[in-house]
């Protein structure tokens, strides 16, 4: 079937893009083939060389969407070889990962799934972000399929704790439910969020219940476009030390080498160390 939207692209993987741990939303289908749900519609979405092939529910404004859902507007050709520069361990890694870029997710979803995600695995945070869609958002059927919009404020103000539970999400339960009675009764959190500096957008994330560190860090670089930030999790501090402490080292000294070394393209160093080191590249 003709796709709806064609595209030439430099310097896009999307395999390693969308299996690098930043979203749980996709599945592949086939080779280099992906289907998934961004905001209000169903992607399916292949790769080509360089060219990227897209089917949707919804043909509206979407080079516009997946243009801003893929970062595709902005110049990773000359980023990469900007990051390239600063040391010999981002260069060795770059040669396994060109291509990966951020994506950049709504914001309430990106909350409640990184909210999820802590101790937890990528498997079980999607089937829960899954299930929380099936039961509470808008249903798209896509190619003979049935899809779950993740839900509005509005459509899951009012579930319940067992609810969450009947969804997977344990402990995080009352999390997620104290953070969406929290929306609810403060409406322009979200707005702010926005507008705010990256430190004030981290502060007030962390008031949430559930939102640590690395949960806010993630939200800021996936959401909120703060390319300098630099979230660490048990992979990324176990490839900084070996890479550049070569002992154990606090995740505030490894932010805070990170946000000097690194400076603005933090966040895209994180994922290209991140997938390496997953894959025993580096």
């Known amino acids: 079937m003709k796709p709806d939207l064609e595209l030439n692209v430099e310097c896009f993987n999307l395999k390693y893009t969308l299996e690098c741990g930043q979203c749980f939303r996709w599945e592949c289908t086939e080779n280099n083939t992906y289907v998934g749900v961004i905001e209000d519609r169903v992607i399916k979405i292949k790769q080509e060389e360089n060219k990227i092939l897209v089917w949707s529910s919804l043909v509206d404004n979407l080079e516009e969407v997946v243009c801003e859902y893929f970062d595709l507007n902005k110049d990773y050709v000359s980023l990469e070889e900007e990051i390239a520069k600063i040391d010999k361990n981002v260069e060795e890694s770059l040669k396994y990962s060109s291509g990966i870029r951020i994506l950049n997710q709504p914001l309430f979803e990106t909350i409640i799934s990184y909210i999820i995600s802590a101790n937890n695995n990528i498997k079980r945070i999607s089937r829960s972000v899954k299930d929380i869609s099936r039961k509470y958002g808008k249903?798209?059927?896509?190619?003979?399929?049935?899809?779950?919009?993740?839900?509005?404020?509005?459509?899951?103000?009012?579930?319940?704790?067992?609810?969450?539970?009947?969804?997977?999400?344990?402990?995080?339960?009352?999390?997620?439910?104290?953070?969406?009675?929290?929306?609810?009764?403060?409406?322009?959190?979200?707005?702010?969020?926005?507008?705010?500096?990256?430190?004030?957008?981290?502060?007030?994330?962390?008031?949430?219940?559930?939102?640590?560190?690395?949960v806010a860090d993630c939200i800021l670089l996936f959401s909120l476009k703060r390319g300098e930030v630099f979230p660490v999790d048990v992979w990324v501090k176990r490839i900084m030390e070996k890479l550049y402490f070569k002992d154990n080292t606090s995740i505030k000294e490894i932010s805070e080498f990170a946000k000097d070394k690194f400076g603005k393209h933090a966040g895209i160093i994180q994922q290209h160390l991140f997938h390496n080191v997953r894959e025993g590249n580096i």
């Open 139 to 214: 249903k798209v059927v896509f190619e003979n399929n049935e899809y779950y919009l993740f839900p509005t404020l509005e459509e899951i103000k009012n579930i319940t704790m067992d609810d969450l539970l009947e969804c997977g999400t344990g402990f995080r339960a009352r999390y997620i439910k104290n953070v969406i009675n929290y929306f609810i009764d403060n409406n322009e959190f979200l707005i702010n969020l926005k507008v705010m500096d990256t430190d004030s957008a981290r502060k007030s994330l962390m008031t949430l219940m559930g939102v640590g560190p690395k």
